[in-house]
């Protein structure tokens, strides 16, 4: 079984800033709380996993207690009015499934970003069924975590532009 997380937020300053900064991937640790990103060469021999193919693996813990999470791209578009895509396949024994971010330009000098994910129910049959039992309470609650880290991020982004004008 699979469950969706999904938010979308509007931010103020440009679309390729905002698509540059979710994808600076050990930048993620400025928005998203308890998470470390580890870059991994890549088959084009570098190590900024910004294309198809790139990898990377977040820690997501506190300290030694947490899990590594590898990660690969799997899909990357980027459009000439600063749009971009992004889609990530979560590859993990504890987190598995798939995720997209997603910035469209709305103007020069805003956008909305999106991000979803799609993971796998841990614990097999049982998971299932306790997901089953209380995921119409917990579901609006991860939509509402998911939502909270894009305002964080477009906080974070809204600030660095507004210091840089």
Known sequence: ???????????????????????????????????????????????????????????????????????????????????????ILHTGRVVRGDAQFRVVARGPDACTATLWERLEVPGGPVGALVWRLVGRLLGPVLDRGAERVLRRMARTVERRGEAGR
């Open 1 to 87: 079984m699979r469950l969706l997380v999904r938010a979308t937020v509007r931010v103020e300053a440009p679309a390729d800033e905002v698509f540059g900064y979710v994808t600076d991937w050990p930048r993620q640790r400025e928005w998203i709380p308890l998470t470390y990103v580890r870059l991994q060469p890549g088959p084009h021999g570098d190590d900024r996993a910004r294309h198809v193919g790139g990898r990377f693996r977040a820690w997501t813990g506190i300290g030694p207690v947490g899990f590594w999470d590898p990660i690969t791209v799997t899909a990357w578009e980027e459009q000439s009015d600063g749009s971009g895509r992004c889609d």
